[in-house]
């Protein structure tokens, strides 16, 4: 009987550091045949695209991309079909990496796992949850992370106030694995406060990893045969439909480089923007710009030369308003 292959399956808040953590496991592992499903909310995914441009020999042209919602939500009518078109392979791969949305719930994906035709083929060896430390530590996930803290640890069965909140609490209790991110900056006692607010709501013995360079791979849990141990404070029968989040497609395109973060540092400040990612054309390049930003922070990198930018998506919460880029010489709606 042919040997289970290793699922790693990679979850975290938006802008967490998702893509940047794969991207370096595939770099190290040059000598592993990886099949890769990657699953972005909204009309346009973009990170399959970041990936397979520069990790083409390592994904063995196993990239497969979904763009019609989140994970959590489809997981029978498209990320089964795109597990069993890798594993159908006629050089199927010897391990495969699952990049979730941002928005998504990690319970319903690993019971997709027990699906009849998947069970027997695969095995779930770890969730790895990735952690944007300094995220955290401005308590980004709740409206009042003091208040909210306060009512938490007074009563355990409190519902959270805010949907970011909710989210990440499900990814942590799904977690074997918790990866701390962007903590270059942060003093000890810094991290100590992440560390203990990620602690809240981990599973007993699941390591938090503060070394970016750290594997996640041999890990070994099996999650596809507890599921119910990873389940958050509420089941996917509860409403769970995104109705907090918004999502637009801008294109765009710019002078340079200088006039693209110009304008985006713009939008990325309103506060009902959350994550804003995707690639634009710039004037002066031949090749797109890339751009990452989540917050303050602002991420771009150049992609190859004679690519076609794709555009940008903005995710936002609830009655995010009209999207503009200034300075854009597309600058459009959605």
Do not use: Y
């Not at 303050?296 to 990198?301: M, S």
């Amino acid at each position: 009987m042919r040997e289970r292959i290793p699922v790693t399956v990679v979850t975290g808040f938006l802008g967490a550091g998702k893509t940047t953590l794969i991207r370096r496991l595939l770099e190290e592992a040059t000598n592993t045949r990886f099949g890769l499903i990657v699953n972005e909310f909204g009309d346009m995914g973009f990170d399959g695209a970041m990936l397979s441009d520069c990790l083409d020999p390592s994904c063995d042209g196993g990239v497969v991309e979904l763009t019609n919602g989140c994970l959590c939500c489809t997981v029978a009518d498209d990320f089964v079909p795109a597990l069993e078109a890798l594993l159908d392979r006629e050089a199927p791969p010897e391990r495969i990496i699952v990049e979730t949305s941002g928005l998504a719930l990690p319970q319903p994906l690993i019971a997709a796992f027990a699906w009849p035709t998947v069970k027997p083929r695969v095995t779930v060896d770890a969730i790895v949850t990735v952690v944007d430390a300094p995220a955290v530590l401005a308590g980004r996930f709740a409206d009042d992370p003091d208040a909210v803290e306060a009512e938490r640890r007074a009563d355990d069965a409190l519902d959270h106030h805010s949907p970011l909140e909710e989210l990440f609490d499900d990814q942590l209790r799904a977690a074997d694995l918790v990866v701390l991110s962007k903590i270059d900056g942060l003093d000890e006692k810094a991290l100590a406060a992440v560390r203990a607010r990620v602690e809240e709501d981990t599973r007993g013995g699941v390591a938090i990893l503060m070394r970016t360079g750290a594997t996640v791979f041999g890990v070994a849990a099996a999650a596809e045969e507890d599921p119910a141990a990873r389940d958050g404070h509420h089941s996917h029968d509860d409403d769970h439909e995104h109705d907090d989040f918004e999502s637009r497609v801008v294109p765009a395109s710019f002078a340079s480089r200088a006039a693209a973060v110009a304008a985006l540092e713009g939008l990325a400040a309103r506060p009902e923007v959350l994550r804003i990612k995707g690639s634009v054309a710039l004037s002066d390049r031949a090749a797109p710009l890339f751009v990452q930003a989540v917050g303050p922070r602002i991420e771009t990198w150049f992609g190859a030369p004679g690519s076609t930018a794709t555009g940008l998506v903005v995710i936002g919460l609830k009655g995010l308003s009209e999207v503009s880029l200034q300075g854009s010489a597309v600058a459009a709606p959605s």
